[in-house]
């Protein structure tokens, strides 16, 4: 059972895990490994015991057949490791290529999902937001520094990624709030839009307790209920996504994103951004 006190990568328990991930992905990858890095919420801080681990493995070129085989045996052997932690590993590998150029970001690499056991091609990774943050705020565990292998990623398409990829979800989950019946999606929904909304006014990613508290000093009174409800259900995600949301926070949580969207176009806005949704409507 998962402990309830605070960790962060570098708690032994975490560290373990993480020696046996980049051992293992180091002995099957030989010359093919370039790093292995963290990103995610042990990079851009608030790191505890609710948090996925997020790693990133840089390749010189996409995998083998064979080297795909080994590590298709190799995480699931992971997975089972002593360690719960073994269990919240989350992440891609990622050839030099695409890691570099923050425009090859939205093609399929390999990637892990939280609590899965295969590698799958998925672009979840391959984001412009996902580069900023190993770039900018990445945690070295083998290789290079990530600043030295990723260019230099302008604040414009940082928030305009950011913003594009907000406003396509939002207009989903506006369409069938059903994406967000479960309490794991609501609350997961509530702090990604505050988080937006502070990258888009920093120009920078910080962590969910970052957006939330932002969203709170800057939004109105009325949501701060939502926001904190939101917070307090991120424990036990695997328990949460099977129980369904409250209605009434169901609904408010499509009001509350609507209202992020139309305070993210003003920001855009006030610093001469179009968006894509918003250059595809004129």
Known sequence: MMSDRPSNHNDPEVKEVLDELVGGAQAILAANFIGAWLQGSSATGHFDEHSDIDFVIGIENDLSGEELSALQQFHPRLFSYESPWAEHLEG???????????????TDIWYLDHGMTKLVRSAHDNTIVVKWILRERGVRLAGPEPSSLIDPIPAEALRLDTFNSFAKWGK???KDPNQISSRFYQTFA????????????????G??????????????????????????????????VTQPAQPDDVRSTVLFIQLCLKEARGILDSIGLVSESDSNAA
Request: proline content about 4%; aromatic content about 10%.
């Open 92 to 106: 891609s590998y990622f050839p030099r290529k695409i890691l570099r150029d923050y425009k090859l970001s939205a």
């Open 172 to 174: 989903e989950i506006t």
């Open 190 to 205: 509530v702090l990604s839009y505050c988080r937006m909304l502070h990258a888009l006014t920093t120009g920078e990613i």
């Open 207 to 240: 962590s969910k307790r970052d957006g939330a508290e932002w969203a709170k000093a800057n939004l109105g009174a009325e949501w701060h209920d939502l926001i904190d409800r939101a917070w307090a259900g991120r424990p036990n995600p695997a328990l949460s």
